[in-house]
């Protein structure tokens, strides 16, 4: 969707809540005017607002995007409804004090409305909660980490991406460069996201007890390989994750409720890379414990025949596709697009989480740009 089509969606519920402010207000004059009394009249907009408002709840209950938007709009349109706070004011405040008591409630409203969204980005970045980011489909650009060392993460990590990639299957990396690079990201807003060498339960588990909670699995066929991955995150009964009781990830043993937390902070995203993973991709994205679809174009371009040329039209229809079935299942979808017109394209057919580039990839860059500067 286009910025100017997510804009004219995104105005609908702002529009709607302007139209109940409206008639809230009139609702409650044309009560008075019927012969109620003022403290009904003015109450009953403000309890059906307060209802109305309320169906906002049901958002966390659906992946319709229609849907969402539909009750949105209900629910900005009861606020609106509802919002006589001047009238109630001016209804039962003493007269000489009606403009402070106005004033006072002006500057709380003022006040949440900055503080609100302050304290869900603090928690956001404390909490690293790229699930939470991912499930509510905001757009989430990250990086791939592949040079190994806690520098050059740290680096990635002040740079602002969303997410970072650090990478097990093709990068140099094991549990004893992993937990620097998580020390390294440590107060940062980036969310580390660790890509498994391979779907393998042990392998995952190290990978949990070191600390991290974002896992991308490499090469998922079938929806048995993708329970697999969710498995192997869980404890029982859930999944089949050993227990350790003293780890780096529940801080050596010191956080009390850490066993009855930990499978509800676990991401796991299965990356598709193969004609069978296309052909199976309804059956993967259905998967209970699954929360996005990654796509490895490289690796699928290679399976389609074009290896080296994931431009080519049979494999940008194929991630097209995985995208749409992904959507489909209200699941978000991601790739590596280190060309911005790729990643552009991307985000334009629906994908929710790309990573941008690599830091292999930006420091090969500048350093042939910077010798050829000076020696040609």
């Not at 809230?24 to 004059?29: E, I, K, L």
């Not at 969310?191 to 007890?209: C, G, Q, Y």
């Not at 059956?283 to 174009?297: C, H, L, Q, R, S």
Request: charged share 15%; glycine share 10%.
């Amino acid at each position: 969707m286009s910025i100017l089509k997510v804009g004219l969606v995104a105005s609908i519920p702002a529009l709607c809540g302007f139209a109940g402010g409206v008639l809230g207000g009139v609702f409650s004059d044309y009560l008075i005017k019927r012969g109620l009394s003022l403290t009904p009249a003015r109450k009953l907009p403000i309890v059906l607002g307060m209802l109305l408002a309320s169906t906002i709840i049901l958002c966390n209950y659906t992946n319709n995007t229609t849907l969402v938007v539909m009750l949105m709009a209900l629910a900005f349109f009861g606020k609106g409804f509802g919002a006589l706070g001047w009238p109630v004011i001016s209804d039962t405040a003493p007269k000489e004090i009606v403009g402070l008591c106005g004033g006072v409630f002006n500057v709380f409203g003022n006040v949440a409305s900055i503080v609100t969204p302050l304290v869900i980005g603090y928690l956001v970045s404390e909490l690293h909660s790229f699930n939470a980011a991912l499930a509510a489909k905001q757009v989430q650009i990250g990086c791939w980490s592949a040079l190994s060392n806690p520098i050059s993460t740290e680096v990635l990590g002040l740079a602002g991406f969303d997410w970072l990639v650090l990478d097990g299957e093709h990068a140099p990396n094991d549990i004893s460069t992993f937990i620097p690079q998580l020390m390294a990201l440590k107060g940062s807003a980036s969310a580390p996201v660790v890509r498994v060498p391979t779907n393998e339960p042990v392998i995952i588990k190290r990978l949990l007890d070191i600390g991290f909670y974002n896992f991308l699995i490499p090469f998922v066929e079938t929806k048995e390989e993708a329970e697999q991955a969710v498995a192997s995150t869980r404890y029982p009964p859930e999944g089949i994750r050993g227990v350790s009781v003293s780890h780096r990830a529940n801080m050596f043993g010191t956080v009390a409720d850490y066993f009855a937390q930990s499978n509800k902070n676990i991401t796991i995203l299965v990356q598709i890379e193969s004609q069978q993973g296309v052909d199976n991709v309804d059956a993967i994205a259905a998967t209970e414990g699954v929360d996005g679809i990654f796509v490895g174009p490289s690796d699928l371009a290679a399976a389609l025949g074009h290896l080296g040329n994931a431009s080519h039209p049979d494999v940008q229809k194929a991630i097209q596709h995985i995208f749409n079935r992904a959507s489909a299942h209200g699941k978000p979808s991601g790739i590596l697009a280190p060309v911005e017109a790729d990643a552009r394209r991307y985000l334009e057919w629906g994908a929710t989480f790309v990573a941008v580039g690599s830091d292999l990839g930006v420091f090969r860059s500048a350093t042939q740009k910077l010798a050829d500067t000076f020696k040609k």
